[in-house]
């Protein structure tokens, strides 16, 4: 009886709030070595299922739209994949396949130096239900960020590729 009792405990499943951080560091352990992006955070919504995970960067370049649009797409599509394809996970999913609706991700920019962006640069790219939002340095920090642009995924995706094409 004692060895059915303990041969049942070595095969449960590795509990899914662990797997599903195991994965957000590993995109950012990956996002870290191929875009230069810094982990600060990670996040998520999970009761009884995983319905979404976050993670959060800084990032010590200055980017234009196109940039951090880029590298936005970049992180989305390399945090979607890494769900995705972990078959650990799946049986913990709200819903699979995991989409941009799913996850959230934030990405600070910073100058090289780390001060903050001067006013009219990009300081924050976010990605939250489905739309991907490009927030300029508030005027004082009593203020809220100005929205440079806001558009879905798909629109970014279609941005993307009519700037491919142009190039």
């Keep these: 009886l004692l060895l059915l009792i303990c041969s049942s405990c070595i095969s449960m499943p590795e509990d899914y709030t662990q797997i599903a951080t195991k994965i957000q560091r590993e995109t950012a352990s990956q996002l870290g070595k191929e875009k ?19 993670i959060e960067f800084e990032y010590f370049h200055l980017v234009n739209l ?24 799946r049986p913990f999913l709200h819903n699979y396949p995991f989409t941009t ?15 903050n962006p001067h006013q009219g640069n990009i300081e924050c790219i976010t990605l939250y239900q489905n739309k991907l939002t490009y927030k300029l340095t508030a005027p004082s920090k009593f203020e809220l960020w100005p929205i440079l642009h ?4 798909e629109e970014a995706l279609e941005a993307l590729g009519k700037q491919k094409s142009a190039s």
């Design 101 to 115: 609706k799913n996850i959230e991700i934030t990405i600070w920019i910073y100058q090289k130096s780390g001060k």
């Design 150 to 153: 806001e558009e879905t995924y």
């Design 66 to 89: 196109e940039e951090a649009r880029e590298l936005l797409v970049y992180a989305i599509q390399v945090f979607l994949n890494n769900i995705n394809s972990n078959k650990e996970v």
């Design 36 to 54: 230069g992006l810094w982990l600060i955070c990670d996040s998520g919504q999970m009761y009884n299922d995983i319905q979404t995970m976050g």
